[in-house]
C-alpha cells in the first residue's frame, strides 16, 4: 500500500553521519523514506510508537512518531487534519424553485396598480399568504421590506428586493427563518416579539387585549420566554435553524390561523397559562416592581421549596444566567414556575439538574444529594409527614429508582432513562408535590386529582405535569374572580390548599368554611387586607404598576 505522505514529496539523500534518527512529530512536517546509493533498498522493520497529538496554529494533528533507520525529516506542503472544515457549499436551488420564485413575484406585481403605490400592513396580508407564508409573519416580512407599523407602507420595489434575497430558500421554513433573523445565522428572543406582536393585534381571541398595551407587553414577554424555555438546548440564548425546525416552532404559529379561542391551545400562546402565570407573579410581587426576592419567591405555595434549592435557583444555575442584583425578574419566573410544576419535561429536568450539581462537573454526586437531602428531612418532620426518611434509606430508594451506570454519581442521562426524574426531585425539595405524590396511593384522592381536558381531535385526555396545574390553577383564579365580585373578597387572600381540604375529608364542609372565611373578611380593616390584585385603571405608559389581566 502507498504511503499516503508519499504524494507530492520528493525523496532526500540519507544522512549517513547519523545511522539512526529520531524523528519528532510536527504539525508542518512528515517522514519519507530515502533510498541508499550504497545498497539495494529492502524492507526495514519499523518501531511504531503511538500517535501523539501536536497542536499548532489553532488545529489539532495527529501524527505518527517512529524511530526508522535512513529517515530523515523534510517540510511537506500537505498535512492532514481530522477536524479540517467541511467545504462550504452553496445551496441547490433547482429550476422547478426558480420559476415559482419569478410566478410569485409576478403574481405580487399585479396587487400594485403603479409603481409608486404602496401597501399597509392590513394590506400586505395579501402578499403573506400569495408567498405561503403563515398570517401571522405577517408583520415580520412587512417591516423586513421596508415598512413601518401605522406608518410607511411597502411599494412593489422594496419587496422584489427582498424577495430576491430569498432566492437561496428553497422550503417554507427557511424562508420564514430568514424573514425573522436579523443579523447571525440563528434567532434571538427579540426577533420572535414581531410575531407575537402581530398575534396580539389581531389575532379574534385577543381582541380584549388590543386596548391594554401593558398587558399585552406581559402577554409578549410570557409567549417568547416560552418558545425559548421549551426549545431543544434552552440554555442557549439563541435559536438555530436545526432548533427552529426540530421544535416546530413554524407549525406552532401557523395553528394560530386555526383556532379562533385562544384558550381552546395548551402552547406557548394560551392566554390561559398567561394568566395562571402572571397571576402567580402579582402574588409574589408584593411591591409590583416587576421583581420578586428571595423572601418572596420563598413563600410560593405554601413555603414548598426548600431554601438551599431557591438559594441555586437565585445563583441563576436553572436558567444559565445570573439573576441582576439578586433579584428574579418576570422572565426568570416564568422558567421557574415552568420548571416547578413539571419536572417531568426535557426543559424541567434539566433546569434543576443544574441546580443540585453545586460544583458545575456534569453530574450529581453523593454528598450533593445530601447537601439537599437534609434540609428536606428536617422539613418533612416538621410537616409531621408519616414516611420519614433516613439518609441510608434515601440514598438506596433514589439510587435503585435511577440505577445509574455509576453509583456514585447521577448523570443526567441516567435522569432520563429512570422515568423517574419528578418523583426524586421532588424528595429532595418540593414537599408539596412529594405529599402529593404519597396521597395518590389513594383510589378517591386520585380521582379527585386527576385533571382531564380535550386535545385537538375532541378526545377526552388526563392533563399532565404544568397542563395540569395551569388548568386547575385557572379554574381557582376564575373562582375567586368571579367570588370577588360578588362579595368584594380578595382571591390574593383566598387559597384553598390541598392539604387542608383533604386532612380529614369526613368532617369537611366546603360550604361552612368559604361562609366563616367571608365572615372573617368582613370584619378586617382595609389595612389589613393589604393589596389585592384586581384590574386597576393605569395610564398607558405605566410601566412600574402593573395589575392582573382580565380573566376570559
Not at 430576491?164 to 443579523?183: D, G, M, Q, S
Not at 439537599?372 to 441510608?392: I, N, P, T, V, Y
Request: glycine share 6%; charged share 30%; aromatic share 12%.
Amino acid at each position: 500500500m502507498p504511503s499516503p505522505f508519499s504524494g507530492g514529496l520528493t525523496a532526500i539523500k540519507p544522512d549517513t553521519s547519523q545511522p539512526h534518527v529520531a524523528a519528532s512529530a510536527e504539525a508542518d512536517e512528515c517522514i519519507i523514506p530515502a533510498k541508499s546509493p550504497h545498497r539495494p533498498r529492502r524492507k526495514v522493520k519499523r518501531d511504531v510508537i503511538p500517535c501523539v497529538e501536536v497542536v499548532g496554529e489553532g488545529k489539532r494533528w495527529e501524527v505518527e512518531k517512529r524511530e526508522i533507520r535512513n529517515y530523515q525529516i523534510v517540510e511537506s506542503t500537505t498535512v492532514f487534519s481530522k477536524t479540517m472544515p467541511r467545504f462550504p457549499f452553496p445551496p441547490l436551488i433547482s429550476g422547478a424553485h426558480q420559476e415559482r420564485h419569478r410566478e410569485i413575484l409576478t403574481q405580487i406585481r399585479t396587487l400594485f396598480t403603479d409603481p409608486t403605490q404602496t401597501l399597509s400592513e392590513h394590506d400586505f396580508i395579501a402578499v403573506t399568504r400569495m408567498c405561503g407564508i403563515p398570517r401571522y409573519i405577517n408583520r415580520a416580512l412587512f417591516m423586513r421590506c421596508g415598512g413601518e407599523v401605522d406608518g410607511v407602507g411597502v411599494c412593489f420595489e422594496g419587496f422584489e428586493r427582498f424577495w430576491r434575497r430569498l432566492l437561496n430558500c428553497p422550503t417554507t421554513h427557511e424562508t420564514v427563518f430568514a424573514i425573522l433573523r436579523k443579523e447571525g445565522n440563528s434567532l434571538s428572543e427579540d426577533d420572535f416579539r414581531v410575531v407575537v406582536q402581530d398575534v396580539c393585534a389581531h389575532h379574534p381571541g385577543l381582541v380584549f387585549l388590543r386596548d391594554m398595551p401593558v398587558f399585552q407587553t406581559r402577554y409578549v414577554d410570557t409567549v417568547v420566554t416560552r418558545i425559548f424555555y421549551d426549545k431543544t438546548r434552552n440554555i442557549v440564548p439563541r435559536m438555530t435553524f436545526k432548533e427552529f425546525k426540530k421544535d416546530g416552532v413554524m407549525e406552532l404559529v401557523q395553528g394560530l390561523e386555526k383556532e379562533d379561542d385562544i384558550n381552546m391551545t395548551r402552547n406557548a400562546f394560551s392566554y390561559k397559562h398567561f394568566y395562571v402565570i402572571y397571576c402567580k407573579f402579582w402574588e409574589l410581587d408584593t411591591d409590583h416592581d416587576l421583581h420578586i426576592s428571595f423572601s418572596s419567591l420563598s413563600t410560593y405555595e405554601n413555603s414548598c421549596l426548600s431554601a438551599p434549592i431557591l438559594r441555586r435557583v437565585f445563583s441563576g444555575a436553572g436558567r444559565g444566567q445570573h439573576l441582576q442584583n439578586d433579584l428574579m425578574t418576570y422572565r426568570d419566573f416564568i422558567w421557574f414556575i415552568l420548571a416547578v410544576e413539571d419536572k417531568a419535561s426535557r426543559a424541567g429536568m434539566e433546569y434543576w439538574f443544574r441546580c443540585l450539581d453545586i460544583d458545575g462537573d456534569g453530574v450529581i454526586s453523593l454528598w450533593e444529594l445530601q447537601e439537599f437531602f437534609g434540609e428536606q428531612a428536617r422539613r418533612m418532620e416538621e410537616w409531621r409527614m408519616s414516611d420519614l426518611w433516613k439518609w441510608g434509606d434515601f440514598l438506596c430508594a433514589v439510587l435503585d429508582m435511577i440505577n445509574p451506570k455509576d453509583p456514585t454519581r447521577i448523570s443526567l442521562h441516567d435522569l432520563r432513562r429512570s422515568n423517574n426524574a419528578a418523583l426524586i426531585f421532588d424528595m429532595l425539595f418540593d414537599i408539596r408535590k412529594y405529599d402529593l405524590h404519597l396521597r395518590r396511593i389513594d383510589p378517591g384522592f386520585r380521582e379527585w386529582d386527576d385533571v382531564f381536558g380535550v386535545d385537538d381531535s375532541g378526545d377526552r385526555v388526563k392533563l399532565e405535569g404544568w397542563d395540569k396545574y395551569a388548568e386547575r390553577a385557572y379554574d381557582e383564579l376564575a373562582f375567586d374572580e368571579s367570588h370577588n365580585e360578588s362579595s368584594n373578597f380578595s382571591s390574593g387572600r383566598f387559597y384553598m390548599d390541598d392539604t387542608e381540604l383533604w386532612e380529614d375529608d369526613d368532617d369537611v364542609d366546603l360550604a361552612r368554611d368559604t361562609r366563616l372565611e367571608d365572615e372573617d373578611r368582613q370584619e378586617e380593616s382595609p389595612e389589613e387586607r393589604g393589596t389585592s390584585p384586581e384590574p386597576m385603571i393605569l395610564d398607558e405608559n405605566d410601566e412600574e404598576e402593573t395589575a392582573v389581566p382580565e380573566e376570559v
